[in-house]
């Protein structure tokens, strides 16, 4: 699939579009990452193996960076979760959350005591990964 890759001249980011309805598509109109479904609109694209904002980096390895099978649709928190990360460290700051929430949240802890919510220790498991 032929992918269109530009700099845009507002803020300078590097951009790519691979006909964001094929991106959209790949999960059903759902975020790659939660699941949740989202809308055309809502979706963010996402670089599956993040392109490295500062980094020279060659007009092949951008491209190779844009194509489709690099690309996936997120919805807005998941897509400013993982930021520049790789899935790998996205997975490892989702799993950390129940800690932190323990650790920074008195509503967390009480709502634990009181049997309201119950940390599973499950693995995180990615909507494109099922
Ligand atoms: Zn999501």
Partial sequence: MKTITFVDEVDGAIKSF???V??????GGRC????????LHEMQVDHIEPIRRGLMQLPEEIERLSHIDNLNPACGPCNH???THPVEEFRAE???QVERLRRDRNQFRMAERYGQIEATGKPVIFWFER
């Fill in 32 to 39: 790659a990452y939660c699941g949740q479904k989202i809308t």
């Fill in 22 to 27: 094929s991106v959209y598509q790949k999960y």
């Fill in 18 to 20: 691979c006909c964001q």
């Fill in 94 to 96: 989702i799993a950390s």
């Fill in 81 to 83: 979760r993982k930021r």
